[in-house]
């Protein structure tokens, strides 16, 4: 059965959420740079407006919120990701996904709607490929069963959704389900999509450190039906 869906999540309550959203927007807002906001703006065509806080910087502050906060379970984390995308500054999405990441452990089989809610939303590769490797294959890794609702985010009209269930793998090396792999890539072969073209390439171009010979002979195989982009992309690092 899968557990996956369209719509969207209401916003539990939760106390420790509280504390970290109140600790998080006084932080990251008395750390605001307008100059560099609207360059990182442009940077990330204009997906989404920016406080302007670099990468190490706001990690840096990101440890002083959560710091002292007691260790979440899945109400809490929904709770913090919805209302980090209810902002409109895209370093609290940046929150929400590292937040996520460190405590993935303490997601159900049940978050993967929510997950889904968040690569749809305000969506672009900065947010949605760090939610695609480290979150949904961090779900599907401990919950095998999941595997059926890749099979449908495969066939998505979503391109994000597309590629999340194309890149969810990334990390998972020897564990790779390789057939899941070489299908999902075929199944959008002929997307139109820089995003999706991309993502096949660099999905099949992680698995080639693990066994590029699959790759090569995946490719000898079925290379004809791929956009010269992915095709390059895969065999980056091995060669044809």
């Given at each position: 059965m899968r557990v996956t869906g369209a719509g969207a999540t209401d916003v539990p309550r939760s106390v420790p959420a509280d504390t970290v959203m109140e600790r998080l927007t006084t932080t990251y807002a008395a750390a605001a740079d307008p100059e560099r906001a609207a360059a990182m703006r442009a940077y990330m065509k204009d997906v989404a407006p920016f406080l302007g806080i670099p990468t190490p910087e706001r990690r840096v502050l990101s440890r002083?919120?959560?710091?002292?906060?007691?260790?979440?379970?899945?109400?809490?984390?929904?709770?913090?990701?919805?209302?980090?995308?209810?902002?409109?500054?895209?370093?609290?999405?940046?929150?929400?996904?590292?937040?996520?990441?460190?405590?993935?452990?303490?997601?159900?089989?049940?978050?993967?709607?929510?997950?889904?809610?968040?690569?749809?939303?305000?969506?672009?590769?900065?947010?949605?490929?760090?939610?695609?490797?480290?979150?949904?294959?961090?779900?599907?890794?401990?919950?095998?069963?999941?595997?059926?609702?890749?099979?449908?985010?495969?066939?998505?009209?979503?391109?994000?959704?597309?590629?999340?269930?194309?890149?969810?793998?990334?990390?998972?090396?020897?564990?790779?389900?390789?057939?899941?792999?070489?299908?999902?890539?075929?199944?959008?072969?002929?997307?139109?999509?820089?995003f999706v073209r991309k993502a096949i390439g660099w999905c099949l171009r992680e698995y080639a450190k693990t066994d590029p010979e699959a790759v090569r002979d995946f490719l000898a195989r079925e290379g004809e039906r791929f956009a010269p982009l992915s095709v390059r992309e895969a065999l980056k690092n091995i060669g044809a």
């Open positions: 002083s919120v959560v710091r002292g906060t007691p260790r979440p379970d899945e109400r809490d984390c929904t709770a913090v990701a919805l209302r980090c995308w209810r902002l409109p500054e895209r370093e609290y999405q940046y929150f929400a996904v590292d937040y996520l990441r460190r405590h993935v452990t303490r997601l159900s089989s049940g978050f993967l709607p929510v997950a889904r809610q968040l690569v749809s939303t305000v969506p672009w590769w900065d947010t949605v490929d760090a939610l695609a490797a480290h979150v949904v294959g961090g779900l599907v890794a401990a919950d095998p069963a999941l595997a059926e609702d890749m099979d449908a985010w495969i066939e998505d009209d979503d391109l994000w959704v597309a590629r999340t269930a194309l890149l969810h793998q990334l990390p998972y090396k020897e564990r790779t389900d390789t057939e899941r792999l070489f299908a999902y890539c075929l199944r959008q072969s002929g997307h139109p999509d820089f």
